[in-house]
């Protein structure tokens, strides 16, 4: 049987990532037939549209996506490709689970741990105007619906995978309406999951508590841009944004991709880590049914880790991204 797969290669380091996962993905044995359609200012060269309609079709045929990292341009330009595929697929959850990778010598080992990031308002609505030069006024949006919805994803992973606790994550001692709405949504919820145990932290201290004693956590649930931060430092707690996975989920869609971004400054360099995107891929493969290939990889991931002269330089070694990937490949083989 063929994956039916859309591509998305993305740019920076997206490219030589998302070939790197491919070539790995492909020397499973299993058959993927990719649809490579590109999306961000790339696309807007050859399509004049920065989500092309062919990109847009692809994945309303396919219903899954590998995607690199695609760059916004700061302070102006246009918005957040990534964040607009989130919405108009409806990818309402951001899963981030964080692990340690063996071998990776960290502060703390054996950390394992779940974000779960709201993924579609927040200060993610792009409403933003000047009131008057000077005043600018950018909205946060939460709604009830969004909110009640992300903490019964949390929850509901919670207990299928017997997971003991969830932490709510707000700062609703300042944002009393918005992130109090959040807060409520999550305390409801949490009343129809007894056998789990329901915290509330305020997010600044949720930082502070993460770098001290990350154990204390198991699932976390937030709004989507306290979602975006602690998402960074939990990857820095387990060997940096190279690592770290991601699956953006909806009723009908998904779309895998790394936490982290195009990463400029080694883009082209045949430096960047595939290991993200790599484990985002082994979500993908769990998503679509194919948790042996998963296995596969996972396995050969361990292996080239303990033996650690084919690692990318990120994690201390001197490898290339394609060096890393041919590794891999032998490790499966
Ligand atoms: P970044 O995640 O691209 O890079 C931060 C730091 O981590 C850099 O020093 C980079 O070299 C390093 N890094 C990231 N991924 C790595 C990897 N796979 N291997 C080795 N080192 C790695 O964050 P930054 O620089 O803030 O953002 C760059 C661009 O990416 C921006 O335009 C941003 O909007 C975009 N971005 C896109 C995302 C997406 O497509 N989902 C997510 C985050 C940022």
């Given at each position: 049987?063929?994956?039916?797969?859309?591509?998305?290669?993305?740019?920076?380091?997206?490219?030589?990532?998302?070939?790197?996962?491919?070539?790995i993905?492909?020397?499973?044995?299993?058959?993927?037939?990719?649809?490579?359609?590109?999306?961000?200012?790339?696309?807007?060269?050859?399509?004049?549209?920065?989500?092309?309609?062919?990109?847009?079709?692809?994945?309303?045929?396919?219903?899954?996506?590998?995607?690199?990292?695609?760059?916004?341009?700061?302070?102006?330009?246009?918005?957040?490709?990534?964040?607009?595929?989130?919405?108009?697929?409806?990818?309402?959850?951001?899963?981030?689970?964080?692990?340690?990778?063996?071998?990776?010598?960290t502060?703390?080992?054996?950390?394992?741990?779940v974000?779960?990031?709201?993924?579609?308002?927040?200060?993610?609505?792009?409403?933003?105007?000047?009131?008057?030069?000077?005043?600018?006024?950018?909205?946060?949006?939460?709604?009830?619906k969004?909110?009640?919805?992300?903490?019964r994803?949390?929850?509901?992973?919670?207990?299928?995978?017997?997971?003991k606790?969830?932490?709510?994550?707000?700062?609703?001692?300042?944002?009393?309406?918005?992130?109090?709405?959040?807060?409520?949504?999550?305390?409801?919820?949490?009343?129809?999951?007894?056998?789990?145990?329901?915290?509330?932290?305020?997010?600044?201290?949720?930082?502070m508590?993460?770098?001290?004693?990350?154990?204390?956590?198991?699932?976390?649930?937030?709004?989507?841009?306290?979602?975006?931060?602690?998402?960074?430092?939990?990857?820095?707690?387990?060997?940096?944004?190279?690592?770290?996975?991601?699956?953006?989920?909806?009723?009908?869609?998904?779309?895998?991709?790394?936490?982290?971004?195009?990463?400029?400054?080694?883009?082209?360099?045949?430096?960047?880590?595939?290991?993200?995107?790599?484990?985002?891929?082994?979500?993908?493969?769990?998503h679509?049914?194919?948790?042996?290939?998963?296995?596969?990889?996972?396995?050969?991931?361990?292996?080239?880790?303990?033996?650690?002269?084919?690692?990318?330089?990120?994690?201390?070694?001197?490898?290339g991204?394609?060096?890393?990937?041919?590794?891999?490949?032998?490790?499966?083989?």
């Open positions: 049987m063929s994956h039916k797969i859309t591509l998305i290669p993305g740019d920076g380091i997206g490219t030589e990532v998302t070939q790197a996962v491919v070539r993905l492909e020397a499973t044995g299993l058959t993927f037939e990719w649809e490579t359609v590109q999306a961000g200012a790339e696309a807007y060269e050859k399509y004049k549209e920065y989500i092309p309609k062919a990109l847009t079709e692809s994945i309303e045929r396919t219903h899954v996506a590998l995607k690199g990292p695609i760059t916004t341009p700061v302070g102006g330009g246009f918005a957040s490709i990534n964040v607009q595929l989130r919405k108009q697929f409806d990818l309402y959850a951001n899963f981030r689970p964080v692990r340690n990778l063996p071998h990776i010598p502060r703390y080992p054996d950390i394992d741990l974000i779960v990031r709201e993924n579609t308002e927040s200060l993610y609505s792009g409403l933003e105007h000047e009131v008057v030069p000077g005043v600018v006024e950018s909205l946060k949006i939460i709604t009830e969004a909110s009640t919805r992300i903490a994803f949390a929850f509901e992973y919670a207990r299928k995978n017997k997971r606790k969830v932490h709510s994550i707000h700062k609703a001692n300042i944002m009393k309406l918005s992130d109090g709405l959040f807060l409520r949504c999550s305390r409801n919820i949490a009343k129809e999951y007894p056998e789990i145990t329901y915290g509330e932290h305020i997010v600044d201290n949720t930082c508590q993460l770098v001290m004693n990350p154990y204390q956590y198991d699932v976390m649930v937030m709004e989507n841009l306290y979602g975006d931060i602690i998402s960074d430092l939990c990857a820095g707690l387990v060997g940096g944004l190279g690592l770290v996975p991601s699956a953006n989920l909806g009723e009908k869609y998904a779309i895998f991709e790394a936490v982290h971004g195009s990463a400029p400054d080694i883009a082209g360099k045949n430096l960047a880590n595939p290991t993200a995107l790599l484990r985002s891929s082994l979500l993908m493969l769990r679509i049914g194919e948790p042996d290939a998963a296995l596969k990889i996972r396995n050969a991931l361990d292996t080239v880790y303990r033996d650690r002269d084919k690692l990318t330089k990120d994690v201390g070694g001197k490898a991204t394609s060096e890393f990937a041919d590794s891999i490949i032998a490790a499966i083989k």
